[in-house]
Structure formats: C-alpha cells, structure tokens
C-alpha cells in the first residue's frame, strides 16, 4: 500500500528556512516522479516542484525559483523540499504526491491517482 507522510513544516519568520520531507512507504521510491503541493487559506491547491523518477529532472513554479530545491533520497525513501528565504505569501499546508508523466514530461505538478494527505503547515510570519 503507498503511503506519504509530510513533515518538518512549522512557525518561521520573513527569510528564514525550513526543509520539508515526505516519507514513502509500500513502494520503492524510483517507481514514481513527484511533486510538492500547497494549499493557503480558501485558495486551491498549487503545484510547487516536481521532480522525475531519477531525480534528475526537476520544475519549479515561478514564485519559488531560486528559494526552494526539490530532492530525492532513495536509501531513506524520502522527498524534500529546502525551502529558503521563506516569504508570507508561501504560508500554507504543503502536501506531497505522486505526479503525472508523459513521453516529454518525465515530471508535471498535476497529481496521480490518490488523495491528499494530512500536510504539513508552513507558516511564515514577522
């Protein structure tokens, strides 16, 4: 059975960091590319970052290009997201989920089959 478990969100001021890990159980890692998700307040759920079954492909939105890094560890069977130089407007629930590919996309920020876990808020406040 696969299972994500989002941790390492929490309380962070203007320009501080925090690492983000999505924990994967009941399939090995390489078997899926991946994306990181986000939810604020009464908007819809936003693609962040994905990144291919090799790790060797990744996208980011535009908000965050340069601030966030999208990684992989198949020995601990993680995904992370380093998030650095945190600004307000990325407070929200972060999720992480196996992502759609194609024959030109080895990743995409739109969600396969499953549904969202319980997140991890990231809250970044002065």
Same mark, same amino acid.
């Given at each position: 059975?696969?299972?994500?478990?989002?941790?390492?969100?929490?309380?962070?001021?203007?320009?501080?960091?925090?690492?983000?890990?999505?924990?994967? #159980? &009941?399939? %090995?890692?390489?078997?899926?590319?991946?994306?990181?998700? !986000?939810?604020?307040?009464?908007? +819809?759920?936003?693609?962040?970052?994905?990144?291919?079954? #090799? &790790?060797? %492909?990744?996208?980011?939105?535009?908000?965050?290009?340069? !601030?966030?890094?999208?990684?992989? +560890?198949?020995?601990?069977?993680?995904?992370?997201?380093?998030?650095?130089?945190?600004?307000?407007?990325?407070?929200?629930?972060?999720?992480?989920?196996?992502?759609?590919?194609?024959?030109?996309?080895?990743?995409?920020?739109?969600?396969?089959?499953?549904?969202?876990?319980?997140?991890?808020?990231?809250?970044?406040?002065?």
């Amino acid at each position: 059975q696969l299972q994500l478990v989002e941790s390492g969100g929490g309380l962070v001021q203007p320009g501080g960091s925090l690492r983000l890990s999505c924990a994967a #159980s &009941g399939f %090995t890692l390489d078997r899926y590319a991946f994306g990181w998700f !986000r939810q604020a307040p009464g908007k +819809d759920h936003e693609g962040v970052s994905c990144i291919s079954k #090799s &790790g060797g %492909t990744t996208k980011y939105t535009d908000s965050v290009k340069g !601030r966030f890094t999208i990684a992989r +560890d198949y020995a601990k069977n993680t995904v992370y997201l380093q998030m650095n130089g945190l600004k307000p407007e990325d407070t929200a629930v972060y999720y992480c989920r196996t992502v759609v590919t194609t024959g030109f996309q080895m990743c995409t920020m739109t969600p396969s089959s499953g549904s969202w876990g319980q997140g991890t808020q990231v809250t970044v406040s002065a």
